[in-house]
Each structure stands twice: as C-alpha cells, then as structure tokens.
C-alpha cells in the first residue's frame, strides 16, 4: 500500500517511520476515557507546532495550522496562513501508543488512516541532490534508486527506510521504492510514528509529501501542495524541536485545555 512518505535506515540513519500497507478488516475502535492527560513530553518541549484537524475520523480532508513560541513555557503564536491538507483515505485512527480520549479507530497497518496524537518531526528527503537542499535547517537525505521503505511487518527493518544497497540480507517481500513515487516525495519529512521501537503491524512510513492530485487521500500520510510544503520545510528547525499533533475536531477539543494547545 502506498503512502507517498519518508526514509528508511540501512544506510546507518537508523531512520524509522510509518506508510500503511495492506491489510483487512474493521478498524478496532476505543471507549472515551476521563480527560487528564497531561501534556506529552515532546509537545512540552516544542517550540515549533503544525496542528492538522480534520472535521471527523473518516474525512480526509482538514486544515493544518502553524505555531511557534520563544521558550517551551511561552505563548503559542499563529505562523502563516492556514493550509488545506489530505490525510489517509479513510480519514485518522488513534496511536496505539496512545492513551485516546473520545472514541476512535485504532492506526494498524494497511487501514488507509493517518496516525492521530502527537509525533516529533524528523529527517527531510527529497529527489534532488543534498547541493540543491542546503536551503532545509532539517537534516536531509536524497533519494536514491535503491532507497527503500520496508512496509513487511515480518522484516527486521520493518517501518525502516533502507539503502538495499548496501544490506546483507534482504528480508522484506514488500517494501516502497522511494525515487520511483515521483512528484509526491519531490520533497517530504519523516513524521515519527511507531518509531520507538516500530510495533509490527502498527503503521509504517508516515510522512509529510506533496500532494499531486487535490482532495485525494494518502495511504497514511498527510499531503498538501507542493508551495505549501515548500512553505512548511523552510520553516521547520529541528533546533525548536518541531512537532506535529494530528486530531479529529472532538479529540482536538478534548484536549485542547489539558495539552494548552494554541487556541
């Protein structure tokens, strides 16, 4: 199942992150539970935040909205204009990693559904040699045509990006030829979904991409026009420690008081 998303790590960038790939079956939903949550760690810490809600679980499309603040206890300001994005085909479905407030399905591998909660933003990519992106503050990695993304559960590098070229053993059956997507990974960034470590079964290669055909959903990604992600990527510093929360608007305002997210 393809995705249009980010690198993976043979090539000793021990990169995870999240595509979806095929798999059947009703996605498993969740019982809302009492609003305590207190504000994860990374969102604590970020001073850069893009904010993607979308109107429910099973609409793709939303809005994604910029932030920063000058210190991790200062107050969120509105960055930019706010852009129109696509997520996955069917829409979000809770992190199993996280602890979900309101009911939701629950992200697994092949669903068509973006991960909702909050992730760190990694590793830029890209199709044009690292000269021509010494624009990007992010760390940067050109694709290339043995760069993969292994979506195989069963692979030790599954939710990996991976240089074929230079593993021992290749052990994935199915896996995403990064180079060969085209104009969506003209450029993009890792979003670190099932990274720590990647959970078999539970999403692979979730990126940030171009999106080359309006409205249309991702495989798992969250996609918009290529100004727009132009716009985002020489923004982002990975130095404020950027992140993303992804939310449909019911959990969105669940816990838009218990994580201070900007109003």
Known sequence: MRCHRPLAAGLALGLAA????????????????????????????????????????????????????PSPDGAWQAVGSPVTIVVGRSGTAWDPALAPVVPG??????????????FALGTAFGLAPPADAAWLKLPYVQETPTLECVDDPASVHYNHLVDRSTVAT????????????????????????????????????????????PGRGTAGCTAMAAPSLDEVLRWLDPARRP??????????????????LPA
């Open 243 to 260: 992140a993303l929360v992804q939310l449909p608007r019911a959990a969105h305002d669940a816990l838009a008081a218990a994580w201070k």
């Open 105 to 118: 399905p629950v992200k697994r591998e092949g669903d068509g559904r973006s991960p909702a909660g909050i």
């Open 170 to 213: 290749v052990d994935w059956k199915s896996s995403e030829k990064m180079a060969a997507v085209g104009e969506a990974y003209r450029w993009g960034v890792v979003v670190d979904y099932n990274t720590a470590p990647a959970t078999p079964g539970h999403g692979s290669c979730i990126f940030l991409h171009v999106s080359p055909t």
């Open 18 to 69: 999240s595509i979806a790939a095929a798999c059947t079956g009703e996605p498993r939903s969740v019982d809302a539970g009492p609003v305590t949550n207190p504000p994860p760690a990374l969102l604590a810490s970020a001073r850069q935040l893009l904010v993607v809600v979308t109107p429910d679980w099973d609409t793709v499309q939303g809005e994604l909205r910029r932030y920063e603040r």
